[in-house]
């Protein structure tokens, strides 16, 4: 977003120091995870959708919005159709404002709750949700600005709302992760040693495209949403709220972009996380990267350079480390030895381990960190824990790797200090034992 577009954004958060702009609301998941209104009858959802998109309207008429809109569509299964025109009708049913649908129904309490959710602006939210007062009677009127008090925290008493309880939570943890400061990393590497995977592990999906070819040719921002919706968002010139694996696959990477997705950790924070993919530098393929790479690492403003090491003593990694050694403070980089899965029974961890500290010691790391990982596997392990399909032939090499790891020579934390514990989950078992859990605990500010 350049400077231009920030005028119609009352809040946004600054990425980069080339002046990299995103609005705050792509950080956080659309809406609810479970609408109450899903329950309704399809008429109701018809008119309760229509009163939405109205109000909401009174406060922000953008692409973000009309974004917003079409997902909530889906999420009431609606299509455009059936959409109703007449809006005083809607308004009516929505509002109770008829015989028959008066009672005690809890729509415009909703409605109320999500418009705090998609606009989450309090100016632009008190602008709609004047407008939906003004529409009510005087007693459902003075109920609403009761409700408005608790979402602004003015006070917390929920027991006058036990049906938009879950919506107004959503909308506190909101409030409570834009207040967390971004822990910013940036990853660079060589080509093939594995820096797109670590990415998606760190993820836990498979957002950024991996290739033996060089895929990255600019940077890419990766930003924490606040919560896991099922959606994938994507900034260029225009936002995509729900991009799809087909969008994903086929950016354009040349281009920066900005891409927003929850992250499936393994332990709490108390940051949220923006990874900054740079391009690999292999200056036999393409200088022009190295020096995008160079001037992104030289110039960023991030907490820590995760250097990925691929083939030690090659020309290429030799130089880029001598590179990051004279250029980047010592203590923020962080060294991963990455595909340790490949390693076989005659190939020693401890081995390399001790030729890349030599290595790092010689370009003048005093006491580097190394974490030897298997990114590849710490993927299957966190799509498979969160139900994701896997092909045959990734289970078949999860059950490999599960058995690999296991065992004593190869499980990672007798080299990273991490303890097990008996009442480890499988899960966060194998998470220490194939390193991810130690590089997630140094990244997220824990102890190992």
């Known amino acids: 977003m350049d400077r231009e577009n920030i005028g119609r954004i009352k809040r946004v958060i600054r990425l980069s120091s080339d002046g990299l702009f995103i609005d705050e609301r792509w950080i956080l998941a659309v809406g609810v995870h479970t609408h109450p209104m899903s329950k309704t009858s399809i008429s109701m959802r018809r008119h309760y959708y229509a009163a939405l998109r109205y109000y909401l309207m009174k406060a922000e008429n953008s692409e973000y919005i009309e974004k917003a809109l079409l997902i909530y569509q889906r999420k009431l299964e609606l299509c455009n159709e059936m959409i109703p025109e007449d809006i005083q009708e ?88 834009l207040k967390l400061p971004f822990r910013k990393l940036m990853v660079t590497a060589t080509m093939s040693a594995g820096k797109s995977t670590l990415i998606n592990a760190l993820i836990g999906k498979n957002i950024v495209r991996t290739s033996q070819e060089c895929c990255t040719g600019n940077i890419t921002y990766i930003c924490e949403k606040d919560s896991e919706d099922g959606k994938t968002a994507v900034y260029k010139d225009e936002i995509y709220l729900d991009a799809s694996s087909q969008v994903l696959q086929s950016i354009d990477w040349e281009k920066p972009y900005s891409i927003f997705t929850a992250y499936r950790r393994l332990l709490p924070s108390k940051y949220k996380l923006c990874v900054m993919d740079t391009p690999g530098v292999n200056s036999a393929l393409n200088n022009e990267h190295v020096e995008i790479s160079r001037e992104a690492i030289r110039r960023g403003k991030y907490d820590f350079l995760i250097y990925i090491m691929g083939q030690p003593g090659a020309e290429d990694e030799m130089e880029h480390l001598k590179w990051i050694a004279e250029n980047v403070p010592k203590k923020k980089v962080i060294f991963v030895l ?111």
């Not at 606009?119 to 408005?148: P, V």
């Not at 969160?386 to 990734?394: V, W």
Request: proline fraction near 2%.
């Open 90 to 177: 809607s308004k009516k049913r929505v509002l109770g404002h008829s015989f028959l649908h008066s009672g005690k129904n809890r729509y415009k309490e909703f409605l109320c709750c999500d418009l705090a959710l998609i606009l989450f602006n309090k100016r632009k939210f008190i602008c709609a949700c004047t407008a939906l007062i003004d529409d009510c009677s005087r007693k459902q009127g003075e109920k609403l600005k009761r409700l408005l008090r608790i979402l602004f925290r003015s006070q917390s008493v929920l027991s006058e709302f036990p049906k938009c309880e879950g919506m107004i939570r959503r909308y506190w943890g909101e409030c409570y992760f």
């Open 338 to 448: 990455n595909k340790v899965d490949n390693y076989k029974k005659e190939d020693s961890i401890e081995g390399s381990l001790f030729s890349f500290r030599e290595d790092l010691m010689e370009l003048g790391f005093e006491n580097p960190e190394i974490f030897p990982l298997s990114a590849y596997y710490a993927l299957l392990l966190k799509r498979k824990e969160n139900g994701e399909f896997l092909t045959e032939d990734e289970s078949d090499e999860y059950e490999l790797y599960s058995k690999k790891f296991r065992k004593a020579e190869y499980d990672l934390s007798r080299h990273t200090g991490v303890e097990g514990f008996p009442d480890d989950s499988e899960y966060i078992e194998l998470s220490k034992k194939c390193g991810i859990f130690a590089l997630e605990q140094k990244i997220y500010g824990g102890k190992i």
